[in-house]
C-alpha cells in the first residue's frame, strides 16, 4: 500500500516538474531559517472523474473555497507575528512553503517538495542524518487526505501539526507516531453530539455523512458510543455528491424522525440543506458537525428558515488579535501589486500555488468568513514554535542556533508543550490530541447577515462538563422541546417492553406487585425486590419491611409472661405445700408421690411460655412446644393412672382381684406412667427429626412486613404427637366418668373434666385461630392455650385440695376419709 502510494506520488512529482512549473508568489512563499510546510484547500473537487494515466490534479480548475484561503491566511499571520515575537524566537525566523491541496489522491508533488532535501527524496534516510526541506507542517484539510498524505511525513517523524482531520484513526500513534492536532477527534465531537442528544431527551435519530474518512469514521464511533445510552439510530446513510438527497429525505420523513445529525464536509452538508429546503422539508432539529457549523453561504440560503432549528458544534469563538489589520494591510498591498503579480501568474504556470479568486476577494470577504479552523491554525503554528523554542534552548534574548534542527527533536517537544493561547491552554495528550473546549452554537438565520449564538459549552478538563442554556433556545414547535422519540416516554412505575429492533421503540408495561423499574439501571426490566422489602404495583423503589414479632417490650406479651410468671410461683408453692403434707389424706388420696410429678411436670411446662417473646431462633421455636407437649402429657398420663387407680380401687378389686394384685404387685401406674411418657418422648424425638420445627421469614402474608414464625414441622410426625396426649386425655376422661359416684374424697370426675374440656377447647381455638388468622399475635395464643392448659389442671384439681389443706384441715384426717368410705359402702350395698 505504502509502496504504492509513493509510486503516484512519484509521478505527480515528475508530472508536476516536467512542465515548467514555477511556484513563485508571495502569499506561498516566505523565506526563513525554519522552513514550515502548509497544506490548505483553496479549491475543491464538486465531481470525482477517473483518470487513466498519471496526473496532478491543478487544482485552480475546481470550485473555489474562500475558508481555505481565510486559514492560509491564518498561517501567515501567525508566522509573522512569532517573527516580529522578540521573546519566542528571537534572533531566529520562520519562514513557509505553502500548495493548495484539493484532491484526495493527486496532489502529492507539495508533499514531495516537503520531504525532498536538495530537490530529491531519499529512502531508508536515518534520522539523525536526514534533513528535509520542512522541520513541520500544518495541514491539510480533512481525515481522507490527511490519511493518504500522512505515512510520507511520519515515515521520517515530520511533525503532522494538523488543523483540519479528525479521524479518530490519526489518534493511532503506532500508524501516525508523528501525526499532532489542534481539533478534537471524531471521538470527541461523537461524545459531544451525543451529550446534545441527551440533554434534550431526544433517542429517534437519524445520521448522515458523506464517503469518506471522516464520515464513515464519524458513523463508526456514532454506532458504538450510543450503546446503553438509550439511543436509537433510525436512519445512516454515507452519501456521495450525485446522492438522490431528496429520497433520502423521504425516507427520514417517513420514519417521523425530527432530528437528523449532518457529520460531514460543507459541499455535502450544504447539498443537503438546499435539498431539504427544496422538498419542504419542515420543523426539523440538525446538528451541525464542526466542518460546516460556522458556514457563512448556507445560513444565507432562502427558505431555510422554515427546516427548523440548527444547532451547531464548533470550537471556542477566540478573537485573533490584529488579524483584520493583518488582512486590511495585506488588502492594501495586493492592490499596488495587482497587475505585475497577475503578469507574472500569466507569464509562468504555477503548480498549485495559483488563486485566482483569492485577489478579488476584499478585506472584509476575508474576515467575515467562516473562522471554523481559524484558531486551529494559530495553535498550529505556535505549537510548532513553541517545540522549536524549546529545540532551540532559546531564553528571552536569544536561540542557540548552532544547534542542528532536526524534526523529530520538534515532536519529543510538543508532547511537553502547555503553554496559553489567546485565553486558551494549549496542551496535547499521549496521542498528541488537544484539550477539548467547544461550543454549542445556535443559528439565527432571520437577521442578515446571519448570526451564531453560543448556547453551550462543552470542556473535558479538569473534568467532563456539559451544559446548554435552555432559556437561549427558541424552538420552532411553540418554544418548546421538539419530539425525537421512537415511543412516548412511560409513565412512572412502568417498564418498557421492546417492540422490533431499535431498543427505544416499546410499549409500557406497569411492574407487578414486589417489583420495581429503575430506568437509570434498566428501563426494559421490573426487577423482583428483595426479601425483606416490598412494593406496591407500579413502584420504582422498594421500601424496606418491617420485621415484626411479640417483643418482650410489648403490652400483650408483658401480661402474659407476668401470668406465665405467677403461674410457675404458684405451682411451686402447691408443690411445697404438698411435700409438706404429704402424709395428709388429702395428698394420699390426690396420688401421693405422683401429685409431685404432676407439679414437677406442669412447672416445666410453664417454662416453655417465655420462648414465645423475643426475636425468635431456631433454638427458641424448638422450646417453645416441645417442652410442652412432653411435660404436659407425662402430667395428663398421671391424671389418667390415677383416675384408672381410683376406679380399680373401688370397683374392679373385687371383680378382678387377681389383675389389681397384678397392678399393685409390679407397680402398674409407675409402669404406665413410664411406657406413656417414653412413646411420647420417642414420637417427639422423630417430630423434631424428620423435620425439624424451624424458623421462617412470613413475606408473603403482608405486603409491607416480614413475620418471624416458627413453623409447626412435619404434618403427619406433629398428628402422632398431637394423638397421643388428647388419647391420654380421652383415657382419662373416660376414667373419670366410670369413677363419678365414687366417694367424695376420691371423686376427681368434675374436675378432670373439667381441665381437660378447658385443654381441649383451647387448643382447637388456637389451631383455628392459626388457621384463620395471621398475625405477629398468633404466637401468644400459643402461650395462652398452654398457660390455659395449666391452670385448668392446676386449678381443678390442686387448688381444691389445697384449700382443704390449708383452711379446713378437719377434712385432711383419716377419720374423715374413712367416714366417706363407708357412707359409699353403706350406699352401694343398698343398691
Known sequence: MLLSSIYNFLLC??????????????????????????????HEIDHVTPVFIPETTECFRQSTSKSGYKILQVMRYA?????????????????????????????????????????????????????????????PFGSSRTISVAPLFTTDLIPMVNYGAASYALSNKLQFPSFVRTIPSNKDLIEMIIHIIRWFGWNW?????????????GLKLFNEYIKNTGICLAYQEGLSLNANYSLTLKKIDKLNINVIVIFALTQYASKFIKAAIANDMQDKVWIASPSWALNQQIPREPGIR??????????????????????YNKAKGTAH???????????????????????????????????????????AIYTIAHALHKVLQCDMNECHKNITVKPYMLLEKIKLLNFPLNGRQVKYDDNYDPTISYAVLLWHTDVNPPQFEMVGTY?????????????????????????????????????????????????????????????????????????????????????????????????????????????IILLIAVFCLFAYNYNTPVVKSAGGSMCLLMLTSLVLSSVSVFFFFGKPSSVFCLMRNAIFTFFFT???????????????????????????????????????????????????????????????????????????????????????????????????????????????????????????????????????????????????????????????ILFSYFIPKSYIIIFQPQKNTSTYFQTSIQNYTQTISRS
Open 205 to 217: 435519530v437519524a445520521f448522515l455523512g458523506s464517503q469518506d474518512d471522516y464520515s464513515s469514521d
Open 337 to 379: 501589486a495587482g497587475h505585475n503579480d497577475k503578469a507574472v501568474q500569466s507569464k509562468n504556470e504555477i503548480c498549485n500555488q495559483d488563486c485566482d479568486y483569492c485577489s478579488l476577494m476584499t478585506a472584509e470577504d476575508i474576515i467575515n468568513e467562516s473562522p471554523t479552523h481559524a484558531f486551529a491554525v494559530y495553535s
Open 459 to 567: 470542556n473535558k478538563l479538569p473534568e467532563i462538563r456539559f451544559i446548554i442554556d435552555n432559556t437561549l433556545m427558541p424552538w420552532h414547535d411553540n418554544g418548546s422541546v421538539p419530539f425525537s422519540n421512537c415511543s412516548t416516554e412511560c409513565k412512572v412505575g412502568y417498564s418498557r417492553e421492546q417492540e422490533g429492533f431499535h431498543s427505544c421503540c416499546f410499549t409500557c408495561t406497569k411492574c407487578p406487585r414486589n417489583s420495581y423499574v429503575d430506568f437509570s439501571r434498566d428501563p426494559y426490566t421490573c426487577f423482583p425486590c428483595a426479601e425483606s422489602e416490598w412494593s406496591d404495583e407500579g413502584s420504582t423503589t422498594c421500601k424496606t419491611r418491617s420485621v415484626v414479632y411479640p417483643q418482650f417490650t410489648e403490652i400483650p406479651s408483658i401480661i402474659v409472661m407476668i401470668s406465665a410468671g405467677c403461674l
Open 634 to 792: 407425662v402430667c395428663i398420663s398421671c391424671l389418667t393412672v390415677r383416675s384408672f387407680q381410683i376406679v380399680c380401687v373401688f370397683k374392679m378389686a373385687t371383680q378382678f382381684p387377681r389383675v389389681y394384685s397384678l397392678w399393685v404387685k409390679h407397680n402398674g401406674h409407675w409402669l404406665f406412667i413410664a411406657f406413656s411418657s417414653f412413646i411420647h418422648l420417642i414420637s417427639c424425638v422423630v417430630w423434631m427429626a424428620v423435620n425439624p420445627v424451624k424458623l421462617i421469614a412470613d413475606s408473603w402474608t403482608f405486603k409491607d412486613q416480614i413475620m418471624l414464625t416458627c413453623e409447626m414441622g412435619n404434618t403427619i410426625t406433629l398428628t402422632i404427637v398431637l394423638f397421643i396426649s388428647w388419647f391420654l386425655g380421652f383415657l382419662c376422661l373416660l376414667f373419670s366418668y366410670m369413677g363419678r359416684d365414687l366417694p367424695k374424697n376420691y371423686n376427681e370426675a368434675k374436675s378432670i373434666t373439667f381441665s381437660l374440656i378447658l385443654y381441649y377447647l383451647t387448643w382447637i381455638a388456637y389451631f383455628t385461630a392459626y388457621l384463620t388468622i395471621k398475625s405477629k399475635y398468633i404466637v401468644i395464643l400459643n402461650a395462652v392455650a398452654q398457660i390455659s392448659s395449666i391452670n385448668g
Open 306 to 327: 422554515k427546516i427548523g432549528t440548527i444547532i451547531g458544534i464548533a470550537d471556542r469563538l477566540l478573537s485573533l488579535p490584529r488579524f483584520n489589520e493583518f488582512v
Open 13 to 42: 512529482f515528475t508530472n508536476c516538474f516536467f512542465f515548467k512549473v514555477s511556484c513563485s508568489t508571495s502569499e506561498f512563499r516566505l523565506e526563513g531559517d525554519y522552513l514550515l510546510g502548509g497544506l490548505f484547500a483553496l
Open 79 to 139: 508566522v509573522e507575528e512569532i517573527n516580529n515575537s522578540t521573546t519566542l524566537l528571537p534572533n531566529v525566523s520562520l519562514g513557509y512553503e505553502i500548495f493548495d491541496h484539493c484532491s484526495n489522491t493527486r496532489n502529492f508533488h507539495s508533499v514531495l517538495n516537503f520531504i525532498s532535501n536538495n530537490g530529491s527524496v531519499r529512502s531508508k534516510e536515518k534520522l539523525n542524518n536526514y534533513q528535509p526541506k520542512v522541520i513541520a507542517l500544518t495541514g
